[in-house]
């Protein structure tokens, strides 16, 4: 997790799932609670499930309560489609680079 | 013993060096005179010079007794030199008995010395021995006992050495039973001092002592060695009896609570956990080990019972089952299980068991155990509630227990009752998994006329995991609702709100004839839970249309299904929607697709997809591959769980859910029957 100004970026790599969802959670909270602008670092991430989901889904519905922007990276194609899967991608703001988003 | 201390000190003071020197001083004065008067008076007293000498080496040393002697010589010299009598036979016989006497005396002096010194050290060693910790005993040829210091006495039961020496054999041995350290008595013949007096060379030994008047317990290590002669033969026998008792306690105790704990969290299945314990507390601890739990019915039920003898178990097994306690009787286990306070009784009065029984038979058969001693403690649950009791029981043995045993056991009671308490936790959140897991799922899939159903449910995990995936298939108004879905979350959490869900919407789908309201009803009912409450679904209306079906399909958040179409490949169906309870608002659309007789429809949670192989991720075109050519609802099942076993490695952290629906070939009663209907 690096800081740019109020901006947060959290870098997350490999699996997001049971195993790992909670630190992640952890991150991207302390993130929010510090910073006016999160940014989420999917780019190499290999594969999310529910729990990898509801972390992505719980920073989206934090930036839309409190106004702190939120973005991601583009995730890999696979990861991708389980957000359109969901619905969620309408409601991402969704950029290639994460320094240009938290700028 | 005293005696060689007095003699010790006497001839301590024999060797002062005034009296030495006073003894020389007076010698050589003596010599000096009878020399004057030899002189002076008459050649005879030249011979009784040579009392001198004597004198000396009397009270003297070596060194002193040979000037001595010099000094007589020399006075029968000059007695000759006076006298002109070399020649003179008289003389000569004379100063032969002095130069004779003078060399004896001489050799006296030696002799005397070397013993006063033997006698010296001997003393100082028996003082030594005397003064020691250690119990040492000398034993002879017969194995009569010739020596022992204090500490021997004191060990060996005695009031002073005097008592323990002038005591037989009999009753030496006869204060005490003496058992070897795996509880076998020590026979006459294994006594450390016969063996090594039969020439055996003994490494320390351990051995149990149990008093038999008082009960105690003590541990020894006896070392033994013979003490040869010139010749090599065995004379005496030196025993060091060392009284171990205090660290050999701390080593049992230490080697029982560590055994005892590994026999506790070996297994769920505390009444066999529970028996090892009670078997390694037996011969060690007690002759006997008991442990005794309550049951509903408010008898004291006894779980595991010790002894090394296994008759002697087999026994108390009966005795046990004939007059079982109840937790209402006075006393005993009874009382313990009440207030939790640990009983030690080192001596169990007879009066005490006349009131623990229930008949005179009773009273015979616990009189023929013959117990002296017993503790029971309380097994304690962490709350410190107590949840059973453990007794223990000397009585063969004559052991008496002492408050360092009633430590013990209280702590082999604490770990017992932790133990117990766990397995009973476990077993019962176990049980309330299985009750909750019953409460996600329907109880049994129904038998929908013109439609095959086939479901596969695995939950992650160990059996108490609750999982987060349902599924779910019921009548509605106008056909029958199939549906399978994913709850965020693990757990008992997740497993509430997986029954909310299905529940919520299988009650809804009732209600509405669109599975659309349906879905965005359930949608609204998780987002107004407090906290993350989301879900996935799918779902899938089935009304018949002839001999085939219509099936409209709506997913949220969900894989889409796929459909098998007469053994054929696997194609998904349906369009995505919003996951529910995440949003306020969502998009959701319905997907009609119709199901031909022989046709399988295949519904499934990401369980599935996201399941662990060795390299990466069964994923969908495993899936889509593994259920190709599904010929109907159990075989496509049957296809996703070989797939998955063939592909899966470790243990997976997601459940699975799959739901097959196939419709039928329609049969020809019914088709007749429609038939008729329709011509009516």
């Known amino acids: 997790m690096h800081s740019e100004g109020s901006a947060e970026i959290v870098v997350v790599r490999g699996e997001i799932d049971l195993a790992t969802a909670d630190a992640v959670r952890a991150d991207v909270r302390a993130a929010f609670e510090r910073a006016e602008a999160v940014v989420l670092d999917l780019r190499e991430v290999d594969f999310m499930d529910t729990q990898g989901l509801a972390v992505v889904i719980e920073a989206q519905q934090a930036s839309a309560e409190d106004g702190t922007r939120f973005a991601i990276t583009r995730a890999p194609d696979h990861v991708h489609r389980l957000f359109d899967m969901i619905g969620l991608t309408p409601r991402l703001t969704v950029v290639d680079d994460p320094a240009a988003a938290a700028s | ?680």
Request: aromatic share 6%.
């Open chain 2, 1 to 680: 013993m005293t005696d060689l201390r007095a003699a010790s000190a006497r001839l301590g003071a024999a060797e002062n060096p005034g009296r030495r020197s006073a003894a020389t001083v007076i010698s050589l004065a003596a010599v000096a005179a009878l020399t004057i008067l030899d002189a002076s008076w008459s050649e005879v007293i030249s011979a009784t010079v040579v009392v001198a000498p004597f004198i000396a080496a009397m009270f003297a040393g070596v060194r002193q007794t040979a000037l001595v002697a010099a000094a007589s010589i020399a006075s029968a010299l000059l007695s000759g030199i006076w006298n002109d009598n070399f020649a003179d036979a008289g003389y000569l016989v004379r100063a032969a008995i002095v130069i004779v006497g003078g060399a004896f005396s001489i050799l006296a002096a030696r002799t005397r010395e070397d013993a006063v010194r033997a006698e010296t050290l001997g003393g100082q060693l028996i003082a030594a021995l005397s003064n020691l910790a250690e119990a040492v005993v000398l034993q002879d040829r017969e194995q009569r006992l010739v020596y022992a210091n204090e500490a021997a006495a004191e060990t060996l039961g005695f009031s002073s050495v005097d008592a323990l020496l002038a005591a037989t054999p009999e009753r030496q041995d006869g204060l005490a039973d003496y058992y070897n350290e795996d509880g076998t008595p020590l026979t006459p013949e294994q006594y450390p001092s016969r063996r090594v007096l039969s020439g055996e060379e003994l490494a320390p030994h351990r051995v149990r002592v149990i008093n038999r008047a008082t009960g105690e317990e003590r541990w020894r290590l006896t070392s033994s060695r013979g003490v040869r002669d010139g010749r090599g033969e065995i004379q005496l026998v030196v025993t060091v009896i060392e009284d171990i008792t205090d660290q050999r306690r701390a080593e049992l105790a230490q080697r029982l609570l560590g055994r005892a704990g590994a026999a506790l969290s070996s297994s769920l299945n505390y009444e066999h956990t529970l028996q090892e314990v009670a078997d390694l507390s037996v011969p060690d601890l007690a002759d006997w080990c008991g442990v005794s739990i309550p049951d509903h019915h408010g008898l004291i039920k006894q779980v595991a019972v010790a002894h090394s003898d296994p008759e002697k178990v087999a026994f108390a097994r009966r005795l046990g089952e004939r007059y079982p306690s109840r937790v209402g009787d006075p006393g005993g286990a009874a009382q313990v299980l009440r207030d939790g306070m640990s009983q030690l009784i080192p001596e169990i009065p007879d009066e005490l068991l006349e009131q623990a029984v229930v008949d005179d038979e009773h009273l015979e058969l616990i009189r023929s155990i013959g117990i002296r001693s017993g503790i029971v403690v309380p097994m304690t649950a962490a709350s410190g509630r107590p949840i059973g009791v453990l007794s223990l029981v000397n009585a063969e043995s004559g052991r008496v227990f002492t408050e360092a045993d009633l430590e013990l056991c209280e702590e082999l009671g604490r770990r017992a009752g932790i133990a117990v308490e766990n397995a009973r936790l476990y077993t019962e959140r176990t049980v309330i998994a299985h009750t909750l897991q019953r409460a996600l799922l329907p109880p049994g899939l129904p038998e929908i006329p013109g439609f095959s159903l086939s479901a596969l449910y695995r939950p992650a995990g160990e059996e108490n995991w609750v999982g987060g995936d349902f599924y779910d298939a019921f009548a509605v108004r106008d056909g029958w609702v199939a549906v399978v879905g994913d709850v965020a979350g693990r757990g008992a959490q997740a497993a509430a709100l997986t029954a909310f869900a299905r529940h919520v919407f299988r009650t809804s789908a009732q209600l509405h004839d669109d599975p659309l309201d349906a879905v965005a009803y359930l949608n609204q009912q998780l987002y107004d839970r407090p906290g993350q409450a989301m879900c996935t679904l799918c779902c899938v209306h089935l009304r018949a249309r002839g001999p085939a079906a219509e099936a409209t399909i709506v997913c949220a958040g969900h894989p889409l299904p796929y459909t098998v179409r007469q053994a054929g490949a696997a194609e998904p169906v349906g369009a995505w929607g919003t996951m529910l309870g995440a949003w306020r608002e969502g998009g959701w659309s319905r997907s009609t697709t119709t199901l031909e007789p022989g046709d399988v429809l295949v519904l499934y949670t990401d369980g599935v997809t996201d399941a662990t192989g060795a390299a990466d991720r069964y994923g969908d075109d495993r899936l889509r591959a593994a259920l190709a050519e599904s010929r109907d609802a159990e075989d496509a099942l049957r296809r996703i769980a070989d797939g998955l076993a063939d592909f899966e490695t470790g243990e997976q952290s997601d459940d699975t859910a799959a739901l097959a629906i196939m419709r039928s070939e329609p049969a020809a009663g019914s088709a007749s029957g429609d038939q008729l209907g329709s011509a009516a």
